[in-house]
């Protein structure tokens, strides 16, 4: 069984006895159906192989693992299994970042999903698929301390970041001498730093910011790659219904943080697949940056 089933089961049952989640009666106890739910989770098998596996119809199979992602998605929040830091936690996790004043990452990711009937053109990304994309921050760690998913694969990660609850958090509960790491697709805000552009004429000092941010913002594709690489369905959503894809993917996040948080699972370098960072450099945005955050990223690049 993959790595994943051996986590703590008896721990996540109890979890999802307290969310007071009850399914039909069946001849599969609670943790016969969330080890199925992360079986399913961590293998690319049909529904057809899974039902066979644990002697239940397709169907039944197919409802059971809705049904505990959107369990295991609503416990995200009750069990602060995905939470964001408080001040003082922000301030332990910028002393171990070699980027100044820097406390987490954050990127999107794309995850394939079958081509939807309709608004089809919505889904379909840049490399000619389907897809929706998780936004995600995380720590040094890898652990994710504020997602958002279900967006449809067109959508520019600027406008992601802007439509989504991260802008406001940032915005609200973070001290302006701490801040979050992003690529030049999202904008440069006072508690978001980004790479200069480089427009061939990048100063010494900026081109060693920008070094420095990409090697500390690493963590997000390493955190991506490593729950792509213990969750294997999501290399590939085959799910016609499109509402429960979010909670799938919030499902995978909260087994993701929860293997980290209890069985302090050392990620190697075989448990990662490093995905192509979804760069696209969004000038307009670039350019609207506030004075303060310019004058921020310079003092940093000057410091470096």
């Not at 197919?62 to 929040?77: G, I, N, R, V």
């Not at 190697?268 to 760069?279: L, Y």
């Given at each position: 069984?993959?790595?994943?089933?051996?986590?703590?089961?008896?721990?996540?049952?109890?979890?999802?006895?307290?969310?007071?989640?009850?399914?039909?009666?069946?001849?599969?106890?609670?943790?016969?159906k969330?080890?199925?739910?992360?079986?399913?989770?961590?293998?690319?098998?049909?529904?057809?192989?899974?039902?066979?596996?644990?002697?239940?119809?397709?169907?039944?199979?197919?409802y059971?693992?809705?049904?505990?992602?959107?369990?295991?998605?609503?416990?995200?929040?009750?069990?602060?299994?995905?939470?964001?830091?408080?001040?003082?936690?922000?301030?332990?996790?910028?002393?171990?970042?070699?980027?100044?004043?820097?406390?987490?990452?954050?990127?999107g990711?794309?995850?394939?999903?079958?081509?939807?009937?309709?608004?089809?053109?919505?889904?379909?990304?840049?490399?000619?698929?389907?897809?929706?994309?998780?936004?995600?921050?995380?720590?040094?760690?890898?652990?994710?301390?504020?997602?958002?998913?279900g967006?449809?694969?067109?959508?520019?990660?600027?406008?992601?970041?802007?439509?989504?609850?991260?802008?406001?958090?940032?915005?609200?509960?973070?001290?302006?001498?701490?801040?979050?790491?992003?690529n030049?697709?999202?904008?440069?805000?006072?508690c978001?730093?980004?790479?200069?552009?480089?427009?061939?004429?990048?100063?010494?000092?900026?081109?060693?910011?920008?070094?420095?941010?990409?090697?500390?913002?690493?963590?997000i594709?390493?955190?991506?790659?490593?729950l792509?690489?213990?969750?294997?369905?999501?290399?590939?959503?085959?799910?016609?219904?499109?509402?429960?894809?979010?909670?799938?993917?919030?499902?995978?996040?909260v087994?993701?943080?929860?293997?980290?948080?209890?069985?302090?699972?050392?990620?190697?370098?075989?448990?990662?697949?490093?995905?192509?960072?979804?760069?696209?450099?969004?000038?307009?945005?670039?350019?609207?940056?506030?004075?303060?955050?310019?004058?921020?990223?310079?003092?940093?690049?000057?410091?470096?």
């Amino acid at each position: 069984m993959s790595v994943v089933c051996v986590l703590g089961i008896t721990a996540v049952c109890s979890a999802a006895r307290v969310a007071h989640f009850h399914l039909q009666s069946t001849g599969l106890s609670p943790e016969a159906k969330l080890l199925l739910t992360i079986w399913s989770l961590a293998n690319q098998e049909t529904f057809r192989q899974i039902a066979n596996r644990f002697g239940i119809t397709r169907g039944y199979a197919h409802y059971l693992l809705k049904q505990y992602c959107h369990t295991l998605s609503a416990l995200a929040q009750s069990k602060g299994i995905i939470r964001w830091p408080s001040s003082s936690e922000i301030i332990d996790l910028t002393k171990t970042n070699s980027f100044p004043g820097a406390f987490a990452a954050v990127d999107g990711c794309h995850i394939a999903i079958q081509t939807p009937l309709q608004h089809t053109d919505s889904y379909i990304n840049r490399k000619s698929f389907a897809s929706v994309i998780l936004q995600g921050v995380c720590k040094p760690n890898l652990e994710f301390i504020d997602i958002s998913t279900g967006w449809p694969g067109s959508m520019h990660d600027a406008r992601i970041y802007r439509l989504s609850s991260l802008r406001q958090m940032l915005t609200s509960s973070v001290d302006e001498n701490f801040h979050v790491l992003g690529n030049s697709a999202y904008p440069l805000e006072k508690c978001l730093m980004v790479p200069y552009r480089d427009d061939g004429h990048l100063t010494e000092k900026q081109k060693k910011f920008n070094y420095v941010l990409s090697v500390s913002r690493c963590s997000i594709e390493r955190a991506f790659g490593y729950l792509k690489g213990k969750f294997q369905r999501l290399k590939y959503l085959d799910i016609d219904d499109l509402g429960a894809v979010p909670s799938l993917i919030t499902a995978c996040c909260v087994l993701h943080n929860f293997i980290l948080q209890t069985e302090r699972d050392t990620v190697t370098q075989d448990d990662v697949e490093i995905t192509e960072s979804n760069i696209v450099t969004c000038a307009e945005v670039q350019s609207s940056a506030d004075s303060v955050a310019l004058r921020k990223r310079n003092d940093i690049a000057s410091r470096l």
